[in-house]
Every structure is written in structure tokens, then in C-alpha cells.
């Protein structure tokens, strides 16, 4: 074996001694191996006049030439006989060669049931969660989703109904064969053909005598999708498109391409959609990943569509202001999307006090900042904001949300965690929060929780709002879902669809919660969580074996006798674990802009990648560097250029909604809406069960369940650990409470700042301006000064009723307006 590689390299040096390579021509795969006679191969070939610049393929254009060891076949390579050759391509006047290995096969690789028949039903859609992969399959036949379990898929098929399904003795007149190819009544309709490839592999087993595989039979270990990344350029008239390959590698070290077999799918269509074949089609500038699936595994590449128009320009007053800029300005370059220019200083203020504090800044704030001559006054702002009380709060409230810090009753545990354990969890984390404390300290004491809820309150991170403990399962989908942002939910049953994890993975990870167990205490509030470290295994759904707790993507630890979540939160939280730091850079980021660079936050997946991998890998760094100061990333993040850029949009980003070239303009959440309404009218609200003066950001367990305004506007119940959970999107119900509800009337009514100013001004031009800098933190229009004055001028000026009306009036339609409501 170690000859013929040595001999394999020496060949391909040779080749690339003898024949230079042509820089604008690529080839893909650019080295070839062919596993014995009969193997196939397909290749792409693009023809691009530089680095990054849009490429075009020319696969069905190209000339192809090899030795007599292999066969051309349209745009495929089939193996004749062993040895080391090469390929040769040429488009016009450029060529390229490149090696090929045909590996010394004996024979032509028998059928398989696991390599060849499997991934025909995943093909076809036959074990598709629409069809016989269901949960109780289709029409009295069951296949598990997604082929996750072979061994009983080949049990359902051969021994299942003897002779029903499989006719050895004559194969085309199959059960299995004719329905797929609807020869007899088939609910699913035609799958495939009987000339096709599906048809033959399925047809060749059966021939064969259905035989299961071998235990040493080779399994998939990964899949690679060709090109890794395209760059086309954007046509109305004649979209271009560019075929893609897939390559599966396998455990005895062969390569398959199994193109004709994956599933493949894009996660913009908008910009750019993949064929069943796989040939991508750019439709509009922009980017996008499409996918190929096969067996349990998927690999995406990146596209980039560049607009039709070579009119991009980078405007001067857009530069950067730290590392954040950089990967953004970088990625709006490579995607020719230019930047929105900053935002004002009153545009600025506002969107960074809502987001920081969760309430707008009032007319004193706007003045002194719009005339303060400081240039670093955005960032020294952002320092106080951050420093803040009214961060704690706000900064509390999000990880509340998401930690379901919720009571259902007042003194038990019957029907859930009772107000006083809820109580003492909020505290807790307001004051780890308060403090600064370094968040993967704090994450590690809520994973590795033990004891009494109410003296160490942590421990309720293992607690339920909702009566009976959380099991094993549970809280592993919760943690992982909130600490590595990434939704494992799917592996319970089957292998992920869309992602890495198999049921292997889930069980491993659920096994460091399989010991986790409470008892009553003396108090009827109280409840003790503790660990029984030999129960640490789960049992596997399918074979019922035992599976020991694993890392999650990572090893098997030793245990040792211990509780394994003590293993698992010095995994977690370790700065080598990289994904906990991004997942919680990620939050913050979406916390600012209103959307991820993976959206959502909690559901990273390999079909769902970052919209930007640098900016997402410089972020979670960056906490990492900072000891995981959640505050100090803030900062960065604030005080970039990309920030504060406006939220008004020029032509060429008007379409961009994840590549952060501009601000983008989001409702108010729930509880900040509540606040700034009070903050503007000087009126406090008042919400069932709490102090008086709380705002709503300080509602300790959330208020969505006896407040009609924070349900009406989204607020969280607090149910799941989904940020989904929080909404903002706004609805015909939230407009009219608005217009005609109790929340903005009965404000207007009681404020203090209508009365001051009917006091000390007539409905003047000045009366006006101050409502607008209050509510919306800018100035008026003329158009919109001379609109309220018209109507000014026809009040009387000896009633002071008819003139409080009007001035309530224009703060009624601020108030309503959607620049107040929104964040911009």
C-alpha cells in the first residue's frame, strides 16, 4: 500500500513537472482515483479569468483525453484496467492534466445493500418522512428515515413478509420494484424508471439473492460537495448555472462519486437554486449555500453571486473602526454590496439606548449628545449605557427568557417550580450579571447545579415550570440547543436530516444527564438535585445498547466515578470548546441587529451555516481573549462602524437582509415597547403582581401570562428554551391596541409632560418639536411642522382643554407611528 501511494505522488509530481497548470482552468476533482474496473467518475470543469472572479462552466464545452486504462463517457471517467494514468482537458487553448489512479480491484465490487440499495430509496424519496420513513410507514410498509437503520430496513424487506416484497426467482416482478415504478397501484406514484440507475441497483441485489452486507463491509465516514465555493455573475437574460459533484469517502479509504444518489437543496433560492442533479442557477447577486445530502452525512458550498451591474463603489465615509468592520466590509466587497452611510448622532443614540438599556433616551440626553463635540462620544456612551442598572435588567430578561425563569403556582411543587424558587433564580442571575461575572463561569455552575434550589439557586436550571422533572433527554436538547446553538431535537429518533448528529450522538450526549435526580425538602418550595454517578448510560432505541455519556462532536470521557456533568461543564465552557463561545457571541450579535450571522441563534447547523464565517469566528475569539466578558464584546459590537451604520438603504443593499450592510429596522420587543411608552409619557405602568414603579424589563418571571399588552406584543412565555419564543412580528391586533387600547389612552391621560407643556407654551412650533425629540429623538420635517400647525392655528387660545387635546393628540400619533415602535 505505502509503494503505490509513494508511486501515486511521484506520478502526479511528474505530471505537474510536464505540464503547467493554466490558471484561469480548474478541474474537479483535481485528482482522480477509480476503484477497480467499472468504476466511474464525473468532473467538473470551470474557466475563470482570476481569483474570485465569476467562473463558467464549461464541462460540456471541454475536450477530454486519457490512456487506454479508462473509457470517456460524455463527462465521466469508467475504469478499464488498473494502473496510473492521466486525464487531459481542454477548453480552446488552454489545457490541464491531471492524475488518475485506477486502483487493482479484482473484480467489479459486488451489490450492496447499504452502499447501493439504501441510498436508492433515499434518492427516490421512498424513506422520506413523507412516505414509508413516517413513523408508521405507508400502506403496511415501513423504512427508517433516511435509511438511519439499515439492519432493520433489511429485516422489513427479506424476512418481514417472506416473498412479498422480494421475488428471487424473477426480480422485475418484485413488490418493491413494481410500485416504485408504478407497474402496479402505487400511492407514491412513479419513484423511478425501470432504465434507470435506482432501478438496476435494486434490481442487481434481488438478482443477487437480497444478500445483507458483510459485518466489514465499508461505511460512509464523510462526503465532500465540488467546487467548496462558486462565484458567478447575475444575468436577467441568461442566468448562468455551474454542475456540482459529491464525493463520498469511505472507511477502507476508497472514494465514490454518489452525485446520482445525494438529495441536494439551497438555503437561498432567491439568489441561487440546485437542480436534483445538482446544477446550481444563479437568479439574483447576493449569497447563498446549496447542499448535498447522502447517507447520514451533508457538505454545502458556498455561492456567490455578483450583480449583473459592474457599477459597485465603496462610499468615503464608510471606513472601519475595529476588527468587526473589517470582516464585514470585507464580505460587502467580495459580494459587491455597498455600505448605507452612518447613522446621524440622534439615529445612533436612540438604537444604542434601546438596545442597551431598553429605553429610548429622553429630550435632556438628545440635547446634550447631538451638541457634544467629543468624537469618541458613541463610544464613552456606550461605556455608561453598559454600566448601567438598566442593562442588568435587560441583559437579566434575555437569558431569563431563555432559562425559563417562570412560576406556576405560589407554594408547591405539584404543578411546577413554585415563585419563591423562581424568585431566588432571577436574583441569582441578576447578580451574576450585575457583577460582570465572566459568562462561562456562570454557565458552568448552572450545568453542574447541585443541592437545594433555594440556597443555591442554579440548582433550578434542573427544575420545571411545569410540574414533572425534565428527563435525561430534555435537558440534553436544552443545553445544547442553549449553549452550542445547535438543535439535536431530530437525532432522538433519527439520524439529523440536515446535520452531523446521529442517534449515536444524541444518546452520548443525553447519558451526562441519565443520573441527574431530586428529591422533596423540608420546605414545600424546596427540592434537592443530586447525582447518581452509576446511572450514567442511556439506552439506545434501536438495539438497546447501553451508550456512555460523550461530548457532543467530541470523545467519550473518563468518568472515574464521577458525576459526569462536571466533565461535561469543564468541556463546555472550556475556550477550547468553540462553538460555546460563537453561540453566545452569536446572541449578543442578534441582540443588536435584530437577526444572527446564523438565524436563528439556536439553530447552527451544516445546512445552515454563518452568513459570515470570518466575522462569526473573529467574534467568538474576541470573547474568548476577553475571558468571556460579555460586556466587553458589547462594546466591540457597538462601537463598530457596522453598527452605526443607517438603517436607510441604497439601491444596491436594498435586498440585503443578512450581510449586515446596513441597520436593519425591528419592532420593539414586548417588555422594552411597554418601558418606552412610560418613559416618554412619564407614566409608569402597572402589571399584575408587582411593585409598584417595576418596569416590564424587571418582571422577574416574565408577565405574558397575566399582562394583555406583553402577550398581545409577543412577550415570552417562557415555555421552551427557543428564542423563538420572544416575537416581533408585528400584527393587526398590536395596531389596534395601539390606536384604540387602554395602555396609550390611559398614558396620555395621566402625563405629567402634556401638562408641563400647556403650562409654559401655547400649541406653538416649539410645543411640537419637543413632543417629537421625546418620542422619536429627532427633529420634525417642515412637512410635518406645518401639517400639525395648520391645525394649531385653529384652536382657540382660551381653552386650554381644546389645546391639551391637540398637543395629546400629536403625541397619540407619535406614539403610534412606526418609527416610534421600531428600532432603526
Known sequence: MKSSHLTLLAF????????????????????????????????????????????????????????????IDGTSLVALAPGSSSLTISVGSESLTIPVEIRNAPS????????????????????????????????????????????????RLTQEYVGRRLDLASPAQSLLLEKATAAVTHTGGECFKPDSPLYRSIFNWIAAGAPDDPPDSPAVTGIRM?????????SASSPPSHRTIVMAD???????????????????????????????????????????????????????????????????????????????????????????????????????????????????????????????????????????????????MKWAEILQIRANNNNNLESGRP???????????????????????????????????????????YTTAFGNPRKPMERAEDTAQLFLGTRIQCAQCHNHPFDRWTMDDYYGFSAFFSGV????????????IFAQPDRHSAEHPV??????????GGPEPSLENRDPRLLLADWLTSPDNKPFARTLANRAWAHCFGRGIIEPVDDGRISNPPSNEALLAALGDRLIQSGFNIRALLKDITSSRTYQLSSSTVPANAADDRCFSHAFVRRL???????????????????????????????????????????????????????????????????LHLINGSTTDSALLRSPVLNRLIETSTPNEEAITALFRRALSREPTGYELSRFMDRARSLDPANPKAARNFLSDVFWALLNSTEFTFNH
Open 12 to 71: 502526479m509530481a511528474s505530471l505537474a513537472a510536464a505540464a503547467p497548470v493554466a490558471a484561469s482552468l480548474s478541474v474537479f476533482p483535481d485528482t482522480i482515483i477509480l476503484d477497480g474496473p467499472g468504476a466511474r467518475q464525473s468532473i467538473v470543469v470551470q474557466q475563470s479569468p482570476a481569483k474570485d472572479a465569476p467562473a463558467t462552466d464549461v464541462t460540456t464545452s471541454a475536450a477530454l483525453s486519457a490512456g487506454p486504462e479508462i473509457r
Open 108 to 155: 467489479p465490487r459486488p451489490v450492496s445493500f447499504r452502499l447501493d440499495v439504501e441510498p436508492a430509496f433515499m434518492r427516490a424519496g421512498c424513506n422520506s418522512g413523507s412516505c414509508h420513513g413516517a413513523g408508521r410507514g405507508q400502506d403496511g410498509f415501513r423504512l427508517s428515515l433516511f435509511g438511519y437503520d439499515p439492519a432493520g430496513d433489511y429485516f
Open 226 to 234: 465540488l467546487p467548496p465555493q462558486l462565484t458567478l455573475k447575475a
Open 250 to 396: 469511505y472507511s477502507d479509504g476508497s472514494v465514490r462519486d454518489v452525485t446520482s444518489l445525494a438529495l441536494f437543496l439551497s438555503n437561498n433560492d432567491g439568489t441561487a437554486s440546485i437542480s436534483k442533479e445538482g446544477t446550481v442557477t444563479a437568479s439574483a447577486s447576493g449569497g447563498a449555500w446549496v447542499f448535498g445530502r447522502f447517507d447520514k452525512f451533508t457538505a454545502g458550498a458556498e455561492i456567490i453571486v455578483l450583480p449583473e451591474s459592474n457599477a459597485f463603489t465603496w462610499p468615503d465615509a464608510v471606513t472601519p473602526l475595529n476588527f468587526i468592520d473589517d470582516a464585514v466590509f470585507s464580505r460587502l466587497r467580495q459580494l459587491q454590496i455597498p455600505p448605507s452611510l452612518p447613522a446621524s448622532d440622534a439615529a445612533f443614540l436612540r438604537r444604542a439606548r434601546l438596545d442597551l438599556t431598553g429605553l429610548p433616551p429622553s429630550p435632556d440626553e438628545l440635547a446634550a449628545f447631538s451638541t457634544d463635540p467629543n468624537p469618541d462620544k458613541r463610544s464613552a456612551l456606550v461605556s455608561r449605557l453598559l454600566d448601567s442598572p438598566e442593562f442588568t435588567d435587560l441583559w437579566t
Open 419 to 461: 415563585r419563591r424558587a423562581a424568585h431566588k433564580y432571577y436574583l441569582w442571575l441578576k447578580a451574576q450579571i450585575a457583577a460582570n461575572r465572566p459568562f462561562n463561569e456562570i454557565v458552568h455552575d448552572l450545568v453542574r447545579a447541585d443541592g437545594s434550589n433555594l440556597s443555591n439557586p442554579a440548582a433550578n436550571f
Open 517 to 528: 435526580s431530586q428529591k422533596r425538602g423540608a420546605a414545600p418550595t424546596e427540592v434537592f
Open 543 to 552: 438495539d438497546g445498547r447501553k451508550v456512555e455519556p460523550r461530548f457532543l
Open 669 to 735: 420587543q414586548a417588555e422594552v415597547l411597554a418601558d418606552s411608552i412610560a418613559a416618554v409619557t412619564e407614566v409608569p405602568a402597572a402589571f399584575s403582581g408587582q411593585p409598584a414603579g417595576t418596569r416590564a424589563t424587571g418582571i422577574f418571571d416574565g408577565g405574558a401570562d397575566r399582562d394583555y399588552f406583553l402577550k398581545t406584543f409577543g412577550a415570552s412565555r417562557r415555555e421552551t428554551v427557543c428564542a423563538c419564543e420572544v416575537r416581533t412580528e408585528p400584527t393587526l391586533t398590536q395596531a
